[in-house]
Structure formats: structure tokens, C-alpha cells
């Protein structure tokens, strides 16, 4: 089992990123997917959640008008568009798979928001 995530990096306040999260070794389409994020010395905490359809999201109160979860089944990828990136931003993002029977993550992606 692989989840591989990229598109974090540097970004000015403001600014947009938007990160992915390649899966394979499971059957993507049947399991919800989320991304966490995680600071140094912080708890890791549950940015957004995608039902395995697509059909529904959620996401923590902090970023719900600003960062969009997506995904394509056909590309076992899940995305998360993040607009309007502001310093508190600033984490370490984990693609997650989590299940009765499983409990699978990524090695995490940088976004760093600074000017």
C-alpha cells in the first residue's frame, strides 16, 4: 500500500496550492479519503474528508470556505485545492485512508505559507 502525496512547497499569503495524493496497493474507490495536517509539537488535526463516491465532503471549520477535497477514482488520486493560504496554514499535510479494517498514510507534503 502506497499514498504518495505532492504539491505542497512555499507560498505567499494569499495564494493558492493545490495537493495530490496517488494511491495504490487498496481499492481506492471503496474507502473515504482525508488529509490531515500536523505542525511540530501540534496534534494532528482532520482538515477534510471525502466519501469513497465523491459524494461528500467535510471539512474542519477553519478552512471550509477556502479548501475544496476532490477525487478522481479512475487515478486512485485525491486532491485538495487550497485557496486564500494564510500563515496558520503553515503544516505538514498527511493523505489518509482509514477504515474498520485499515488504517493507511502518506509520508506528508510541506506547505509552508510566508512572505
Known amino acids: 500500500v502506497q499514498l504518495v502525496e505532492s504539491g505542497g512547497g512555499l507560498v505567499q499569503p494569499g495564494g493558492s496550492l493545490r495537493l495530490s495524493c496517488a494511491a495504490s496497493?487498496?481499492?481506492?474507490?471503496?474507502?473515504?479519503m482525508f488529509w490531515y495536517r500536523q505542525a511540530p509539537g501540534k496534534e494532528r488535526e482532520l482538515v477534510a474528508r471525502?466519501?469513497?463516491?465523491?459524494?461528500?465532503?467535510n471539512y474542519a471549520d477553519s478552512v471550509s470556505s477556502r479548501f475544496t477535497i476532490s477525487r478522481d477514482n479512475a487515478k486512485n488520486t485525491v486532491y485538495m485545492q487550497m485557496n486564500s493560504l494564510n500563515p496558520e496554514d503553515t503544516d505538514v499535510y498527511y493523505c489518509s485512508s482509514r477504515s474498520m479494517c485499515h488504517d493507511y498514510w502518506g509520508h506528508g507534503t510541506r506547505v509552508t505559507v510566508s512572505s
Open positions: 496497493g487498496f481499492t481506492f474507490s471503496s474507502y473515504d
Open positions: 471525502i466519501t469513497s463516491s465523491g459524494g461528500i465532503t
